[in-house]
């Protein structure tokens, strides 16, 4: 409270300081504002002092004018030239002879406050102010006496409200004041020469000063000059009427802050009778709530305990049937929701019981140990793999794209599991397993029946000899079988040369002449018979025989162009297809060149085709072989393009010369807008790129007419000739082209 009051104090003296100046510049303003005017009396009489305009304007503007009594203009020596009034006094016209006696220094103008004698004293309120203008040429102008009303002068600042003590006082430079006004009225004037205040008076400065010959009161001063002019305005208020009016305001603080001194002192005795309660209340709550953690802790800790152990194998750690259950319904809802496909497998170990009458259930358990563990990392991250009992365990691969990855990560635990334990006994210990597989949605669609499928499937595996596994479906275990088969007599295939080269002509579309040959390989084994090749060349690239089968095929078809050029057959160039995989072969460049120099054969018959989802994996190897091969002069054709998802990229980083336009799109061309758009596009893309196009599949006039119509260059298929055998082939390069009526049936 004590702060508060000394503060407000100190606002009050401020805010008066800052009312003070805004009066005394207020003053300061009307004051220069009355000099301006004298002024312009001044150099208006100056210019011509005995003109009349000048005189009439003067006198008008007087009228108008009630802040002076009277102008009076005299010459240089004091002689008094015009009057606006009656004859001036005496004392006036000794004031103007003192002035005249004055020389000033520079040709500048001269401003003097004139002195009233005592003896005047009815001309107390008159002030005279003597003004000599700028001297324009030789010798000194004339100068204006100006009396000016004081009383008039205060009549604008009567209304200004400072106080009993307040006073607003027009002082000169050599310290005499020339003017006070005391609440509204004109007082006797003082001569402030040797004061504080007069010092301070024209550095403009803002202060208290201690006046001791009026009763030595601290008085609150502000200070304006009156620009261009020897006058300065002081305004002044004591400091104790300033601060009357805080006085009560003070007293009234003193009395609040001693009751609420008072106040304080009881409501803190209060709060600290509550805070020594709450602090008590506080540790007994606290203590509670700690005893309420533990119990929840402990409730939650026994809660994970029993959850893991209702769910979680205790011996493997692997989810339970319980679990697996769980998992796997939320596998089937999300697979019903994006139609997706998953497969569950039932794993059996093979021959386990005699482990644990020989080694002991200890050493079986923890066999069991290492097994889930390897399960864990044939698996990804996604799949769910559990322990159902024994020595069974069921996983679920989710995500899967065809059956054969299926069999991929089937192959893969057999593998694992298939590896000895050691450091369980003294000696190794070997167990293999037996895989079941069935799929969602192809074999069923609840998980209790996909287990079931699965684990009929397992013993369909053991029945086969364990160490492998079987598909729920049997058209799956067929194909499996055929595999497997395939696989194992693809070796004999190659050297008993089993396998046979057809040839299929691809023609001009704007003459039907023979433009070139595609190589197929035909395998008919001597017990399986007839093998498609959509069977035995995936087989050949899952086991490596692709690169094998490749060189095979080059080299019986060199073999066989060798022959028909001794034979006289017309030649074109021969395509084979080759796989990403024997294009990667740092050996292919070798052995293409070699084969084609030993057979005496041009590298321009000999064309080379990769399918359009071969490129996505090449790399600079891969490329420079191809730039290799046409640099030879093997030109280099893209197979069923469109189906793959190469971009512009690769056709532009490749030696490519033709694309061939996959069949799927010429198949219903006169019937499929998007189809035909389709190959339209492409023909004209190809065109653009400077590379010609080979259609697959025509079988109908149809498609001819359409195909013709977008400007295609070339095409194959069944209507012009199936694959046949090379004498077959060898007729039709006699003939040199094909009737558009042949290999219609």
Same mark, same amino acid.
């Given at each position: ?131 000599? &203008? ?64 007069? #010092? ?11 006046? &001791? ?11 304006? =000059? ?71 802790? #402990? ?73 889930? #563990? ?8 996604? @799949? ?142 001597? #017990? ?29 078809? =060199? ?102 336009? @996959? ?48 400007? =295609? ?33």
């Amino acid at each position: 409270m004590l702060n508060r009051a000394d503060d407000d104090s100190a606002r009050v003296t401020r805010d008066a300081s800052i009312n003070h100046g805004n009066v005394a510049h207020a003053v300061s303003n009307h004051t220069s504002q009355l000099l301006e005017r004298l002024r312009f009396y001044g150099q208006v009489l100056a210019a011509d002092p005995d003109n009349k305009t000048s005189i009439n304007l003067t006198r008008s503007a007087l009228m108008l004018d009630k802040s002076f009594l009277r102008l009076m203009y005299f010459d240089a020596a004091g002689r008094l030239i015009h009057s606006s009034g009656r004859k001036p006094e005496p004392w006036l016209l000794d004031a103007a002879r003192d002035f005249a006696a004055t020389t000033r220094p520079d040709s500048s103008e001269r401003l003097s406050i004139g002195k009233v004698p005592l003896a005047e004293y009815a001309h107390a309120w008159n002030l005279p102010i003597i003004y000599q &203008p700028e001297s324009a040429g030789e010798g000194d102008s004339g100068f204006l006496l100006a009396l000016v009303d004081l009383g008039h002068f205060s009549q604008r600042f009567e209304e200004i409200s400072l106080g009993k003590s307040g006073e607003i006082v027009l002082v000169a430079s050599d310290g005499s004041e020339l003017l006070r006004m005391h609440e509204g009225r004109l007082d006797s004037v003082w001569n402030i020469a040797d004061t504080e205040r007069f #010092q301070l008076a024209f550095a403009e400065k803002t202060g208290l000063v201690t006046e &001791p010959a009026r009763n030595k009161l601290l008085r609150l001063y502000s200070y304006r =000059c009156v620009p261009s002019s020897p006058l300065a305005v002081l305004v002044s208020r004591t400091r104790d009427d300033e601060l009357l009016e805080n006085q009560a305001i003070r007293r009234g603080y003193f009395g609040s802050a001693l009751l609420l001194t008072v106040l304080m002192i009881f409501l803190t005795g209060l709060w600290m009778l509550s805070a020594h309660r709450r602090r008590v209340l506080i540790r007994s709550l606290t203590k509670a709530q700690e005893n309420n953690t533990q119990l929840i802790k #402990q409730v939650e800790k026994e809660k994970d305990v029993a959850y893991h152990l209702a769910t979680y194998d205790q011996l493997t750690g692997l989810p339970n049937r319980r679990l697996f259950a769980e998992l796997a319904s939320r596998y089937v809802m999300r697979a019903r929701r994006i139609r997706g496909r998953f497969a569950v497998m039932f794993i059996d170990l093979d021959r386990f019981k005699p482990i644990n009458d020989t080694y002991g259930h200890k050493t079986g358990d923890q066999l069991l140990i290492d097994v889930s #563990q390897r399960l864990k990392d044939c698996m990804r991250e996604a @799949d769910v793999v559990s322990r159902h009992g024994g020595d069974e365990f069921v996983a679920l691969l989710s995500d899967l794209r065809s059956t054969q990855d299926a069999a991929m990560i089937a192959e893969k635990i057999i593998e694992s599991l298939s590896q000895p334990y050691v450091g369980l006994v003294d000696a190794e210990i070997r167990v293999t397993p037996s895989v079941g597989i069935s799929f969602f949605p192809d074999d069923a669609e609840e998980i209790d029946t996909l287990i079931r499928q699965a684990d009929t499937a397992m013993y369909q595996a053991k029945e086969r000899g364990r160490a492998t596994f079987a598909f729920a479906d049997p058209a799956l275990n067929r194909r499996l079988d055929l595999s497997n088969q395939i696989e194992a007599a693809l070796p004999a295939a190659f050297s008993n040369r089993e396998i046979q080269v057809h040839y299929q002509p691809k023609v001009s579309l704007r003459d039907f002449s023979i433009t070139g040959l595609e190589a197929l390989a035909r395998w008919n084994h001597p #017990q399986l018979g007839a093998v498609s090749p959509a069977d035995f060349i995936p087989v050949a690239e899952e086991c490596g025989a692709i690169i094998e089968l490749g060189e095979y095929v080059i080299a019986e078809v =060199c073999r066989q162009l060798e022959a028909w050029t001794l034979a006289g057959v017309p030649l074109v160039p021969v395509a084979v297809n080759v796989s990403s995989r024997q294009l990667h072969s740092p050996n292919l460049f070798d052995f293409i060149a070699g084969t084609l120099e030993r057979h005496g054969i041009a590298p321009h018959f000999l064309q080379i085709e990769i399918t359009e989802t071969g490129l996505i994996n090449a790399d600079s190897g891969f490329i420079d072989v191809l730039h290799k091969l046409d640099a030879l002069g093997i030109h280099l054709a893209i197979d069923d393009f469109g189906t793959g998802y190469s971009g512009l990229s690769h056709l532009r980083a490749m030696p490519v010369r033709y694309l061939k336009i @996959d069949r799927c799109f010429i198949k219903d061309i006169r019937n499929d807008n998007n189809d035909a758009a389709i190959v339209s596009n492409t023909i004209s893309l190809s065109h653009s790129l400077k590379l010609l196009t080979i259609a697959e599949g025509v079988e109908t006039h149809e498609q001819v007419a359409h195909l013709k119509a977008a400007r =295609c260059d070339q095409a194959q298929g069944y209507l012009f000739s199936r694959p046949c055998e090379a004498a077959a082939v060898e007729k039709l390069l006699v003939l040199k082209q094909i009737p558009l009526t042949m290999g219609e049936e």
